[in-house]
């Protein structure tokens, strides 16, 4: 089994920076795909980012260009720089993560075999 733990979530202005970070424990060294999904209030789950075991990392068009994910395998972590925050942007975070291999991109309803239990980012305009 996997345990998924979310840090990094806060209040931030428009225009800001956040770092989220996820930590894998158990048996996190069998995990193929690393990644983020995130709920905005009122609004169902979608997918935001995620990178392979190798180090490719897929995004959907909304953050494209302003989030970057990486990913340390040697401490089973993974990251999520958000630049140039946007109120929109305002969500539940979670991380996820799968066995399988990775697709180019995943559809809101996907479940994935592993979810953290989320961490709070508020954009301020």
């Known amino acids: 089994h996997v345990q998924l733990v979310e840090s990094g979530g806060g209040v931030v202005q428009a225009g800001g920076t956040l770092r989220l970070s996820c930590a894998a424990s158990g048996n996190a060294f069998d995990l193929n795909v690393m990644g983020w999904y995130r709920q905005p209030p009122g609004k169902q789950r979608d997918w935001v980012a995620h990178?392979?075991?190798?180090?490719?990392?897929y995004y959907t068009s909304a953050v494209k260009g302003r989030f970057t994910i990486t990913r340390d395998n040697a401490n089973s972590t993974v990251y999520l720089e958000m630049n140039s925050l946007k109120p929109g942007d305002t969500a539940v975070y979670c991380c996820?993560?799968?066995?399988?291999?990775?697709?180019?991109?995943?559809?809101?309803?996907?479940?994935?075999?592993?979810w953290g239990k989320g961490t709070l980012v508020n954009v301020s305009s």
């Open positions: 996820v993560a799968e066995l399988s291999a990775g697709k180019t991109k995943y559809s809101a309803t996907y479940t994935m075999d592993y």
């Open positions: 990178i392979t075991v190798g180090g490719v990392g």
